[in-house]
């Protein structure tokens, strides 16, 4: 059984460990390196390594929820009122999520009232628009793209 003890220890293993995980949990691909690749680590140096290898992207962060549902709000509270559609990372974000992720925060006490306490500006990957009302609601009326401090058109 081989143990990483340094992060050149992971290299020889990195194609193998991201394709793994775009298709299977951590817990999946963690008994599927030991058992075919005889390759032990803890989950913990797992996440720590997908994160530096950019492929903690896989879920949506609590942090990214709190910044769709603040740009949601803004957007609601405009005149007229405008409808979101968030995409996060190229995949479009299901609405129900974000509702369930609203209600569970509130009781939780992570969203208080009005506040939320983060910046939509700080995700790049994340994209909004407003669905047009045709039929079909896959056009865009228009759109938007938060990157670094400034709003792209």
Not at 79 to 102: A, M, W, Y
Not at 124 to 140: A, F, H, K, Q
Request: net charge positive; hydrophobic share 25%; aromatic share 12%.
């Amino acid at each position: 059984m081989f143990r990483p003890t340094k992060p050149e220890d992971w290299e020889p293993y990195r194609d193998v460990i991201a394709h793994l995980y775009n298709t299977m949990k951590l817990k999946d691909v963690m008994t599927e390196m030991q058992a075919r690749h005889h390759f032990k680590a803890t989950e913990k140096q797992y996440k720590t390594q997908l994160k530096k290898w950019n492929l903690d992207t896989k879920y949506t962060k609590a942090s990214e929820y709190m910044a769709m549902i603040k740009l949601k709000r803004m957007r609601e509270s405009e005149n007229p009122p405008k409808q979101t559609r968030f995409t996060l990372r190229g995949r479009p974000v299901d609405p129900k999520d974000i509702t369930r992720f609203e209600k569970r925060a509130l009781k939780k006490g992570m969203i208080k009232g009005d506040e939320l306490n983060c910046n939509p500006e700080d995700f790049e990957d994340l994209d909004y628009d407003t669905p047009s009302p045709e039929p079909t609601g896959y056009t865009y009326a228009s759109s938007s793209h938060y990157q670094s401090s400034h709003y792209q058109y």
